[in-house]
Protein backbone atom coordinates (compact mmCIF):
# COMPACT_ATOMS: atom_id res chain seq x y z
CA UNK A 1 0.00 0.00 0.00
CA UNK A 2 1.13 3.92 -0.71
CA UNK A 3 0.39 6.04 1.63
CA UNK A 4 0.31 10.29 1.04
CA UNK A 5 0.10 12.23 3.87
CA UNK A 6 -1.31 16.16 3.66
CA UNK A 7 -3.03 19.08 5.22
CA UNK A 8 0.08 20.16 7.14
CA UNK A 9 1.17 23.86 7.23
CA UNK A 10 1.16 26.95 9.22
CA UNK A 11 -0.63 27.91 11.83
CA UNK A 12 -1.01 30.17 15.35
CA UNK A 13 -0.53 28.47 18.70
CA UNK A 14 -4.49 27.37 19.74
CA UNK A 15 -5.50 27.70 16.02
CA UNK A 16 -6.43 23.78 14.23
CA UNK A 17 -5.26 21.70 11.59
CA UNK A 18 -6.68 18.14 10.08
CA UNK A 19 -4.50 15.78 8.19
CA UNK A 20 -5.28 13.32 5.97
CA UNK A 21 -3.80 9.95 4.76
CA UNK A 22 -4.76 8.47 1.33
CA UNK A 23 -4.04 5.30 0.90
CA UNK A 24 -3.95 3.19 -2.44
CA UNK A 25 -5.00 -0.47 -2.81
CA UNK A 26 -7.91 -2.29 -1.93
CA UNK A 27 -7.30 -3.13 1.62
CA UNK A 28 -7.37 -0.08 3.29
CA UNK A 29 -9.83 -1.32 5.72
CA UNK A 30 -7.80 -4.43 7.21
CA UNK A 31 -4.85 -2.18 8.20
CA UNK A 32 -4.24 -0.24 10.91
CA UNK A 33 -3.47 2.99 10.68
CA UNK A 34 -1.19 5.39 12.92
CA UNK A 35 0.33 8.73 12.92
CA UNK A 36 3.48 9.60 14.40
CA UNK A 37 5.77 12.65 13.92
CA UNK A 38 9.19 14.22 14.31
CA UNK A 39 10.75 17.09 15.59
CA UNK A 40 14.19 18.91 14.69
CA UNK A 41 16.70 17.24 16.70
CA UNK A 42 14.64 14.45 17.87
CA UNK A 43 13.70 11.12 17.44
CA UNK A 44 10.21 10.35 15.76
CA UNK A 45 7.75 9.60 18.06
CA UNK A 46 3.75 8.05 18.17
CA UNK A 47 1.20 10.47 18.28
CA UNK A 48 -2.17 8.32 17.45
CA UNK A 49 -3.84 5.17 16.32
CA UNK A 50 -7.19 3.63 15.22
CA UNK A 51 -7.48 0.19 14.80
CA UNK A 52 -8.01 -1.65 11.23
CA UNK A 53 -11.56 -2.90 12.58
CA UNK A 54 -12.43 1.21 13.74
CA UNK A 55 -13.13 0.20 17.52
CA UNK A 56 -9.66 1.25 19.17
CA UNK A 57 -8.21 4.62 19.55
CA UNK A 58 -5.02 5.27 21.69
CA UNK A 59 -3.52 8.67 21.65
CA UNK A 60 -0.43 9.88 22.92
CA UNK A 61 -0.52 11.61 26.48
CA UNK A 62 0.48 14.91 24.88
CA UNK A 63 -2.02 14.55 22.52
CA UNK A 64 -4.87 13.38 23.97
CA UNK A 65 -8.27 15.75 24.18
CA UNK A 66 -6.80 17.59 21.81
CA UNK A 67 -6.05 15.41 18.61
CA UNK A 68 -8.49 12.79 17.03
CA UNK A 69 -7.50 10.34 14.45
CA UNK A 70 -10.36 8.84 12.36
CA UNK A 71 -10.83 7.09 9.21
CA UNK A 72 -12.92 6.69 6.56
CA UNK A 73 -12.66 3.14 4.68
CA UNK A 74 -14.93 4.06 1.81
CA UNK A 75 -12.34 6.78 0.80
CA UNK A 76 -9.59 4.62 1.83
CA UNK A 77 -8.23 7.27 3.70
CA UNK A 78 -7.39 8.27 7.70
CA UNK A 79 -7.18 11.55 9.47
CA UNK A 80 -6.07 13.43 12.07
CA UNK A 81 -7.73 16.63 13.70
CA UNK A 82 -5.57 18.36 15.48
CA UNK A 83 -7.08 20.97 17.87
CA UNK A 84 -5.62 24.09 20.29
CA UNK A 85 -2.27 23.32 18.87
CA UNK A 86 1.13 24.72 20.81
CA UNK A 87 4.31 24.87 19.43
CA UNK A 88 5.48 21.73 20.33
CA UNK A 89 3.19 20.63 18.21
CA UNK A 90 5.66 21.41 15.68
CA UNK A 91 6.63 18.37 13.55
CA UNK A 92 6.91 16.89 10.27
CA UNK A 93 3.57 14.33 10.38
CA UNK A 94 3.78 11.06 8.85
CA UNK A 95 1.13 8.30 8.20
CA UNK A 96 1.37 4.74 8.67
CA UNK A 97 0.14 1.32 8.21
CA UNK A 98 0.61 -1.76 9.87
CA UNK A 99 -1.39 -5.40 8.61
CA UNK A 100 -1.18 -7.30 11.71
CA UNK A 101 -4.87 -6.89 12.58
CA UNK A 102 -3.91 -6.55 16.20
CA UNK A 103 -6.55 -3.98 17.82
CA UNK A 104 -5.63 -3.66 21.47
CA UNK A 105 -5.70 -0.07 22.24
CA UNK A 106 -2.47 -0.33 24.33
CA UNK A 107 -0.56 -2.24 21.70
CA UNK A 108 -1.43 0.30 18.64
CA UNK A 109 1.66 2.13 19.40
CA UNK A 110 4.40 -0.49 19.26
CA UNK A 111 3.18 -2.06 16.13
CA UNK A 112 5.36 -3.01 13.19
CA UNK A 113 4.09 -0.33 10.99
CA UNK A 114 5.23 -1.99 7.23
CA UNK A 115 4.03 1.00 5.34
CA UNK A 116 4.90 4.93 5.44
CA UNK A 117 4.21 7.85 3.72
CA UNK A 118 6.25 10.69 3.13
CA UNK A 119 5.50 13.90 5.82
CA UNK A 120 3.69 16.76 5.88
CA UNK A 121 5.15 19.82 7.77
CA UNK A 122 2.83 21.25 10.82
CA UNK A 123 4.37 24.47 12.42
CA UNK A 124 2.48 26.21 14.90
CA UNK A 125 3.81 29.65 15.74
CA UNK A 126 3.65 31.55 19.05
Known amino acids: VQLQASGGGLVQAGGSLRLSCAASGRTFSSYNMGWFRQAPGKEREFVAAISWSDTSTYYADSVKARFTISRDNAKNTAYLEMNSLKPEDTAVYYC????????????????????WGRGTQVTVSS
Open 96 to 115: AADRSRISLPIWLPYLKYDY
